[in-house]
């Protein structure tokens, strides 16, 4: 193919640089592949940076009892079951090692007085077993991952995005995107493409994820034919801040409560008491989220709407220790010294556990040639996600997918791509520019945001969900028409007209899932289906493309192996649900 | 590579956005230093007025040669380069007088002159890199000072307090202080180390290193006390020595 | 409650000119909010870098009232409001656009740093103790903002003989890690030009994660560098034991 835009070819390349998207770098250069890496900010600021608590593994470093089968059954039972059994047991085993390769290539976690590293406590976890760095692990295992791609050698296209996968038949070939700078458009042609671009939180006006999270991996694979799965679920992080106004949705890591933070309402009960007497602080995300909805919606909620966290029961100084950025996070910007008094906090739009389907061992979308691994992709979590199991699930699937994307690429030939393909890329790109009057896509954006915080939120009822489809089709038809003023230079409204794009496809996603899922289960809580259903805890809801129309439609949960099952025995039937 | 082409008016000597008054930063340091370095110079040249009774000035300790047998000029210009060599290469008065005379930079995100700037890597300056010989050279007057503040309680082989000896005993603590807190000294304790656990006596050194680095946080704060009490207790012992004051013996 | 004058650079490579924005203040509004309503309001074309809105990642460096500033973590209510707020691009770096500085010099910098080297035959033991110093360097963000008010870079333009004060922090990392056994002070002296750090101490001034660059990272560095170099009794010392330079 000869094309007027400049154009790249590598064996592999991988849409993303987070923790995902490195880790499959990495092992894609250990095979020998020439890897690509396209991200859409600076190399080192992606979501991962963000990650707080810790990474999920059982070491066993500081309660001797954890071993991956533990960690398996927290998985599963964290996820309600709905989670790909083969996933979350790939995911507990090899865990481990992928710490120490963080820990070979320079990372320094907090140790245990043994001189091992140390693990704390999380939501869900039975054992001590997040490995972390105070309150800041996301930003040591970026670093330690850029520097080691970087000592590898991988090409990074920083602040270049990508809006559309190129085919060559069935088989991925490439992708299409622009320079962010100048505007400019590129190619690039590959082999194989990772997709490792997170999650979809910008669909949601309370969110704690950056301006990055619009969902355009799952709308490019969703658009190139691949299957995506678990849609409706969507976990909300229990603790947000919530005030003041600007700082809404920024989080408050688990850690705070994984160090014995609690949680009280404006009469001082330690509500938890109600929701959870069990594990209390310690349950998991989506128990605690709605355990402060519901408590802010009884009217016993803070002053601004949330409920106060408290750890200032601990040491001063300890606390400075442990959760330094929340300390100076709370200090700076909500002008409160956590040391000394509550933290007032509430749900945040925080994860999305559906996305691209994958293969569990290749991470291998249904579409040859495209993988998927991180948030991006879905199996691992089902219904909800263990605090902690993120960025396990980037080490793990990571370099999954790195690796069986470059041994792919050995056993193909670079492909050739159409020009058609490129041109109708390019035509759609340019279209905002070419609209007349239309609106702007910022106040498209807000609508959105209101929509399905309104609608398609922690609590959900089939009148709502009609309503947001409707509501959806109408915002579909604004941003047909959205116009966009200036240059093609650094034009974050040009950028927006783009995820705009890929955030509705992808809220119909999220809502037509939701629509039909009539059970309550994990992260997805029906009013008018509180409770679990046998036959719902067997299937997932698929989302693909037909012809230009979005087709849903459930596959069974795949059946685990014998051995598995034991594991899990005692409580995979109470957590299924006993029919109606 | 930076700014050409942007229009802004921030480049050239002191241009800034900034909207504070900048200057207020450097101007103490440049006032006290200044002053300091006038008064040091006529002293350490006076040659006389440095001790009464039982004291002596810390610009003459250690005292050597008072009678002129070998050195006909002030005896403190003999030992005077020791310490202020010390304070010369130490760390924070570099950035002190860096700021406050040369104005490499005159203040944060202030411009300044546009010249052929070579930091520390050329003679002169590259000769801070020896600050841990003037170190080294401060830590034995430093013995001298602490024996001149212990003797300044005996006057005549009795025990005595004086308003002297007071002023003596704080201007050493406060030197010591300085001293210790230095960053030199931190690496040499331990800042050198790598891997304390594994290093012979890593422990011990260890301990050292993080009581060093705590009063290291504070090693401005102990230059300048220490530099003003160190002047004070000099022109006291002047003053006291040329009969303008009179030493009042408190015990 | 009042509104607020920004007065925020507007331009490219080509030059460009100031332009003043009303923007409404909300209680505990930060620049970037002030920033991010004239994008969605104003000017949807006004270029700033921004990730995390929570000074995590680094990326919405800018000069507010003359200071380098993280303009997530700046108040507008602790600036004065009588005044417009003056909100210009990092001075050191070419301009791209309007907020959007060309900061690709650090990635090549990076890039001369000989990576994490662990020392044969380490059984990965490691100890508080050992870490916690290194691990005030491993909170850099890369905001660059040290970079930014760094006068060897901001004045003297030395993009070719100096790295700037975050690289200082990653090497200072590297060399101080209890695992790592490779020694780069000769890369400190001839490469990345510690000697024209006069330590005046603007990037410790700046760094919104407040790591102690100077007294830390640089001061340490420079005393391992006069190790190697400047110390005739050490120097004297290694030459008769026969030390090997690169290993610590």
Request: proline share 4%; hydrophobic share 40%.
């Amino acid at each position: 193919m000869t094309t007027k835009f400049e154009t790249h070819e590598h064996d592999v390349l991988i849409i993303g640089a987070g923790g995902a998207g490195l880790c499959a770098a990495i092992e894609a250069l250990a095979q020998g592949a020439s890897v690509g890496v396209v991200c859409k900010s600076l190399l080192g600021k992606a979501h991962t940076v963000m990650a707080e608590g810790g990474i999920a593994a059982a070491m066993a470093n500081v309660d001797r009892a954890d071993d991956w089968r533990t960690h398996f059954r927290d998985t599963m039972r964290g996820g309600k079951f709905l989670n790909n059994w083969r996933m979350a047991q790939l995911h507990a085993q090899e865990a481990p090692d992928r710490i120490r390769d963080l820990e070979q290539w320079g990372a320094l976690f907090d140790r245990t007085s043994d001189g091992q590293i140390l693990q704390r406590a999380f939501g869900g976890h039975t054992y001590k077993r997040l490995c972390h760095v105070g309150d800041r692990t996301g930003l040591e295992m970026i670093r330690t991952l850029q520097d080691r791609g970087v000592a590898l050698g991988i090409d990074v296209y920083m602040e270049c995005a990508v809006t559309r996968l190129l085919k060559d038949g069935d088989r991925v070939a490439g992708a299409f995107g622009y320079w962010r700078e100048q505007g400019r458009f590129v190619v690039f042609k590959a082999k194989s493409v990772v997709l490792a671009t997170g999650g979809i939180g910008k669909i949601y006006k309370i969110t704690s994820n950056s301006w990055e999270y619009t969902a355009d991996g799952m709308a490019l694979a969703y658009e190139a034919g691949a299957e995506l799965k678990d849609m409706e679920f969507v976990q909300f992080h229990p603790t947000g801040m919530v005030w003041p106004p600007g700082v809404q949705g920024i989080l408050v890591t688990e850690a705070v409560r994984g160090e014995g933070g609690i949680l009280r309402n404006k009469n001082g009960e330690r509500f938890m008491e109600k929701y959870d007497p069990k594990r209390m602080e310690l349950s998991t995300r989506d128990v605690v989220a709605r355990a402060i909805y519901t408590e802010v919606r009884e009217g016993r909620g803070s002053e601004h709407g949330g409920a106060f966290l408290d750890i200032s029961q601990k040491p001063a100084e300890y606390v400075k220790k442990k959760l330094p950025s929340m300390y100076h996070q709370f200090l700076e910007l909500a002008d409160v010294d956590i040391t000394k008094g509550p933290m007032e906090v509430g749900p945040t739009c925080h994860y999305v556990m559906g996305g691209v389907r994958v293969d569990p061992e290749t991470a291998e979308s249904t579409v040859s040639g495209l993988y998927a691994a991180g948030e991006v992709a879905a199996g691992l979590h089902g219904a909800n996600r263990l605090g902690g199991n993120s960025l396990s699930d980037l080490l793990v699937f990571g370099r999954r997918a790195g690796m069986a994307a470059a041994q792919a690429a050995k056993k193909v030939r670079q492909a050739t791509i159409d020009q058609t393909q490129v041109d109708k890329a390019e035509r759609e790109m340019l279209a905002p520019f070419q609209n007349g009057n239309g609106e702007s896509p910022y106040a498209i954006h807000r609508d959105l945001q209101e929509t399905m915080q309104k609608l398609v939120g922690i609590f959900r009822v089939e009148a709502d969900l009609q309503q947001a489809l409707q509501e959806l089709e109408k915002l579909q038809e604004r941003a047909r028409r959205m116009h966009v003023d200036g240059s093609r230079m650094f034009n974050p409204g040009w950028h927006l007209s783009y995820d705009l794009q890929s955030m509705l496809t992808i809220s119909e996603a999220v809502t037509r899932s939701a629509l039909a899922r009539r059970e309550s289960r994990g992260a997805h809580s029906r009013i008018d289906y509180p409770s679990l259903d046998a036959t719902w805890g067997k299937q997932n809801n698929v989302v693909s493309s037909q012809k230009g129309t979005m087709m849903l439609r459930q596959e069974p949960v795949p059946a685990m192996p014998e051995e598995l099952q034991k594991l899990l025995a005692d409580e995979a039937e109470a957590v299924a649900g006993k029919g109606k | 590579m930076a700014g050409e082409s942007v229009t802004v008016s921030q480049g050239h000597f002191v241009g800034t956005l900034r909207r504070d008054a900048w200057w207020t930063e450097i101007l103490p340091a440049a006032l006290l230093l200044g002053a300091f370095g006038i008064y040091a110079t006529f002293r350490a040249f006076e040659g006389a007025y440095y001790t009464w009774g039982p004291y002596l000035s810390p610009f003459y300790s250690p005292l050597i040669d008072p009678q002129h047998h070998f050195w006909p000029w002030s005896p403190a210009l003999l030992i005077l380069a020791f310490p202020l060599g010390f304070r010369t290469t130490c760390y924070y008065y570099r950035k002190a007088y860096y700021r406050a005379y040369f104005m490499d930079p005159p203040a944060c995100a202030v411009g300044e002159r546009k010249r052929n700037y070579c930091g520390e890597t050329k003679f002169p300056f590259i000769l801070q890199n020896l600050h841990r010989y003037f170190l080294y050279a401060a830590i034995i007057v430093l013995g001298f000072l602490w024996y001149d503040a212990i003797i300044a309680f005996f006057l005549d082989g009795h025990f005595r307090v004086g308003v002297g000896s007071i002023i003596m005993l704080v201007n050493v603590v406060l030197l010591s202080t300085y001293t210790v807190s230095c960053h030199s000294l931190r690496h040499l304790v331990g800042g050198k180390i790598d891997c304390f656990s594994c290093t012979s006596m890593g422990s011990p050194r260890h301990t050292g290193w993080r009581a060093i680095s705590i009063l290291n946080e504070r090693h401005m704060l102990y230059a300048w006390c220490s530099l003003i009490s160190v002047g004070l207790t000099d022109l006291y012992i002047r003053l006291v020595a040329a009969g303008v004051l009179r030493d009042i013996t408190i015990l | 409650m009042a509104d607020a004058i920004l007065e925020v650079f507007r331009g490219d490579r080509q030059g460009g000119k100031t332009e003043q924005y009303r923007v409404p203040v909300a209680p505990g509004m930060v620049v970037l909010d002030a920033i991010h309503y004239i994008q969605g309001h104003l000017a949807p074309d006004l270029a700033v870098r921004w990730n995390c809105k929570a000074a995590k990642c680094g990326s919405c460096s800018a000069e507010v009232n003359g200071r380098p500033r993280l303009m997530c973590k700046t108040r507008m209510d602790a600036l004065p409001l009588d005044q417009p707020i003056k909100v210009f691009p990092m001075k050191s770096f070419p301009i791209l656009k309007d907020l959007v500085t060309d900061v690709s010099w650090n990635y090549k910098i990076n890039k001369k740093i000989p990576p994490f080297t662990p020392r044969p035959g380490t059984d990965w033991k490691v100890y508080q103790d050992d870490v916690d110093r290194v691990q005030e360097f491993r909170k850099c963000i890369e905001c660059f903002l040290c970079q930014d008010v760094c006068h060897v870079l901001r004045d003297h333009d030395k993009f070719e003989q100096f790295a700037g004060p975050r690289f200082f922090v990653r090497v200072a990392g590297l060399e101080m890690h209890p695992v790592d056994g490779k020694s780069r002070a000769k890369l400190l002296r001839d490469e990345l030009g510690i000697g024209f750090c006069n330590i005046t101490k603007c990037c410790t001034e700046v760094c919104p994660e407040e790591i102690h660059i100077t007294d830390n990272a640089i001061i340490p560095l420079k005393e391992r560098v006069v190790d190697q170099f400047y110390d005739p009794v050490l120097m004297l010392v290694r030459k008769i034991r026969g030390v090997n330079e690169d290993s610590k």
